[in-house]
């Protein structure tokens, strides 16, 4: 089992900037993939972005590419989500997880990652 312990999120402009961590524990080296979704009220999970655990390879979602970075540091089981030039679009509860299961579904669906974190609220507004 892995246990996924978000920081970060708060209230923020629009154009404003969020950093969002992610502290894994447990059995980490099972972890072949990790990072973040989202929920906005009356909407379904989506994916936001992912990267490969062991070759640092990432994904995300198009509506938060040259916004958004994620990165990870192996040593310390965490990852992180800089979110700039946040829109109000993107207030959302944002969720860590993680896959352990296997390789694929690099993005999702959610069903696919077996470990969440609580969920931190993001909110962009004036």
């Known amino acids: 089992q892995v246990y996924l312990v978000e920081s970060g999120g708060g209230l923020v402009q629009p154009g404003g900037s969020l950093r969002l961590s992610c502290a894994a524990s447990?059995?980490?080296?099972?972890?072949?993939?990790m990072g973040w979704f989202r929920q906005a009220p009356g909407k379904e999970r989506e994916f936001v972005s992912t990267?490969?655990?062991?070759?640092?390879?990432?994904y995300y979602t198009e509506s938060v590419k040259g916004r958004f970075s994620i990165s990870r540091d192996n040593a310390k089981n965490t990852v992180d989500l800089q979110m700039n030039d946040l829109k109000p679009e993107d207030t959302a509860v944002y969720y860590c997880?993680?896959?352990?299961?296997?390789?694929?579904?690099?993005?999702?669906?959610?069903?696919?990652?077996?470990?969440w974190g609580q969920g931190t609220q993001v909110t962009v507004s004036s």
């Open positions: 997880a993680a896959r352990t299961s296997g390789s694929y579904y690099f993005t999702g669906p959610p069903e696919k990652f077996d470990s």
């Open positions: 990267i490969r655990w062991m070759t640092g390879v990432t």
């Open positions: 447990g059995r980490t080296s099972k972890i072949f993939t």
